[in-house]
């Protein structure tokens, strides 16, 4: 089975300032790669997402996140966050076999300071 | 499109009591599963499906019995509810490196 490290807990950053959220799995076999978001109290939305193709992958409200298969990491990226980013985040890796299970890691805070 | 439909969104519970969270999907997709989210935990899947009349254990399985009758429904049953099972649970289906979740159940077992 996978295991998925997210590094930080918890990301404090003032408003603007560029933020990085770190992802590791434990697998060099072909995985898809996700981050999903969840705003209080509610489910959770798919930022963005890799299954193939460019490593650098764009996802929604200014996103993105670079897949590194020799360090078997997928960070996440955005050059300016805004108060609405507050949030949880979560990295997710499937399998490419099975395509079907997901494992996810334990989520970052992120905390946008005005 | 509904997608992933999971009741009730919120339930208060004793202790001891028993309950079945609900979920249903109409994408036909083969793969079901059910989470819990605790604080600093992340998701933690409970069980799965990979198909009617298929289910396995999960991470956390105890304390909770699914079935699969038909590809759309995937029930979750506490059987005797503790204080521990106060989580958000999320049921999901999922096709080939996509997975779709329902809104999340709050519950909270006093």
């Known amino acids: 089975a996978q295991s998925v490290t997210q590094l930080d807990s918890q990301v404090p950053v003032f408003e603007e300032a560029p933020v990085e959220l770190r992802c590791n799995y434990s697998?060099?076999?072909?995985?898809?790669l996700f981050w999903y978001v969840q705003y209080p109290n509610q489910g959770l939305q798919l930022l963005l997402k890799y299954l193939s193709g460019s490593t650098l992958v764009k996802g929604i409200n200014g996103f993105e996140a670079e897949f590194n298969k020799s360090q078997t990491s997928f960070h996440l990226r955005k050059p300016s966050v805004h108060i609405s980013d507050t949030a949880e985040y979560f990295c997710a890796v499937s399998d490419r076999d099975t395509g079907n299970q997901f494992y996810f890691g334990t989520g970052t805070s992120l905390t946008v300071i005005p | 499109n509904a997608g992933v439909t999971q009741t009730p969104k919120f339930q208060v519970l004793k202790t001891g009591q028993s309950m079945t969270l609900q979920c249903a999907q109409d994408?036909?997709?083969?793969?079901m599963s059910w989470y819990r989210q605790d604080p600093g935990m992340g998701l933690r899947l409970i069980h799965y499906s990979v198909g009617a009349g298929i289910t396995d254990q999960g991470e956390v399985p105890n304390g909770y019995n699914v079935s699969r009758s038909t590809t759309e429904d995937f029930p979750l049953r506490l059987l005797s509810a503790a204080p521990s099972q106060t989580s958000v649970y999320f049921c999901?289906?999922?096709?080939?490196?996509?997975?779709?979740f329902g809104e999340g159940s709050w519950l909270t077992v006093v």
């Open positions: 994408m036909n997709h083969e793969y």
């Open positions: 697998s060099s076999v072909s995985v898809y």
């Open positions: 999901a289906s999922s096709y080939f490196g996509v997975i779709y």
